[in-house]
């Protein structure tokens, strides 16, 4: 059943992978995007990959006039929220900004949708709120906790939604617990583009790849994993993208109060130096990497246990790290410097 969809964040790296597969499925989307870490240049993109018409705002989830006026122009049925701030590090230095933006911003958007009668909403959480597992594979009944402002800020909107849902009427609530994104869209048109330096793992070996940097540093090879270095769970974008849809096609379905959270991974822990290698397989170039120290706050081994996504949405991951590798070379080899010119 065709919905009309509010996408927040839209034109960012998973908003918009997911908003070209919302489209194409025969959903009415409206983006609303402050373009703080994004660009037109992106939505462009989105829209020639649409095989239907988008709709954008631009303008920011914290201005509730805004929100008001466009839940009374639109009829929108659902909420996917993806827009917020996500870098550790830099959560670590503006604190206030993280939780103006991410818990601020949400709850002013709940409001808005509450005041519109929208209680529809799929929020974009994050591994981080396992904090260091005690066990694994990490369950969506894994203890939480976290070690950073960022951390706390999707916590911080677990915990207020879990409220909505226990003292307000109506609502239908996902929280989906993503591990690590990676990949772009098979056309090589979207894909990730960090402004700076990339603190993250698979844009940082692409633009070494493609010699825009010289050398990765790898943080520890001294972490109880099979070769020492840090172990993650990397989940294709796409992948994540049909996530939300499988996400919103249950919520549909759904009565009522309903809550559910579910970890959207493969399943399959990966080392630094296993990603490092298959991306020198993908993009036929040597990426040149120095051990370094430990990144403060990093944990050794994180891995997602998804067979609720598979048993509730009947979803799961199908693209391999092979496929992870060559779409994030196509991307990068296409768009050295990523939206930029
Ligand atoms: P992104 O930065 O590419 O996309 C976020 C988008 O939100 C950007 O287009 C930005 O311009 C917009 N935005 C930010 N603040 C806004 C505001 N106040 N009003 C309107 N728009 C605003 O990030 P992404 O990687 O696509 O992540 C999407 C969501 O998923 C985020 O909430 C992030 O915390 C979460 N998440 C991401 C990862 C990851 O590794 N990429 C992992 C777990 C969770
Ligand atoms: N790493 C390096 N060198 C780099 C960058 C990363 O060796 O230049 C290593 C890290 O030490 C870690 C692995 O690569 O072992 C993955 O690091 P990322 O920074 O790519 O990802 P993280 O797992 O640290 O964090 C990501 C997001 C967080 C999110 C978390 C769980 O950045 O926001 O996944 O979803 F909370």
Redesign the pocket.
């Known amino acids: 059943m065709s919905q009309h969809v509010l996408v927040?964040?839209?034109?960012?790296?998973?908003?918009s992978h997911t908003v070209v597969q919302l489209v194409n499925a025969g959903h009415q989307v409206t983006i609303?995007?402050?373009?703080?870490?994004?660009s037109i240049i992106a939505l462009e993109r989105i829209k020639k990959l649409c095989t239907g018409p988008l709709d954008f705002i631009e303008?920011?989830?914290?201005n509730p006039s805004l929100l008001e006026k466009l839940f009374s122009d639109h009829d929108i049925t659902a909420v996917i929220?993806?827009?917020?701030?996500?870098a550790v590090g830099e959560s670590v230095e503006k604190p206030l900004e993280y939780y103006e933006?991410?818990v601020g911003?949400t709850t002013q958007l709940l409001k808005a949708m509450q005041h519109a009668g929208v209680k529809t909403f799929i929020f974009?959480?994050?591994?981080?709120v396992y904090g260091d597992p005690e066990t694994l594979p990490i369950t969506e009944d894994s203890p939480r906790s976290t070690t950073n402002p960022?951390g706390q800020t999707?916590l911080m909107c677990e915990h207020i939604l879990e409220d909505l849902d226990q003292t307000q009427d109506g609502w239908k609530i996902i929280l989906l617990r993503?591990f690590?994104?990676v990949g772009a869209h098979i056309s090589g048109t979207i894909g990730?583009s960090p402004a700076g330096t990339p603190n993250?793992l698979m844009p940082f070996v692409s633009q070494v790849a493609s010699g825009r940097r010289d050398t990765l540093s790898v943080f520890g090879n001294d972490y109880p994993t099979k070769d020492g270095t840090g172990v993650r769970d990397y989940i294709h974008v796409e992948d994540l993208a049909e996530g939300h849809l499988a996400a919103l096609n249950y919520l549909l379905e759904q009565p009522d109060n309903t809550l559910q959270a579910i970890n959207l991974g493969t399943g399959k822990g990966i080392s630094v130096l296993e990603l490092v290698n298959a991306f020198e397989q993908a993009s036929g170039q040597q990426i040149p990497y120095q051990i370094s120290p430990r990144r403060s706050g990093d944990i050794a081994t994180c891995y997602a246990d998804a067979t609720r996504a598979k048993s509730l949405l009947g979803w799961q991951a199908t693209k391999t790290v092979e496929d992870m590798c060559n779409d994030t070379w196509r991307w990068q080899s296409q768009n050295p410097n990523g939206y930029d010119a």
Do not use: V
Request: aromatic share 10%; hydrophobic share 25%; charged share 15%.
């Open positions: 927040t964040g839209g034109a960012g790296f998973i908003g609303l995007d402050n373009l703080s870490n994004s303008g920011d989830i914290r929220h993806f827009a917020g701030l996500k933006n991410n911003g974009s959480s994050s591994a981080t960022y999707k993503y690590n994104p990730e993250n």
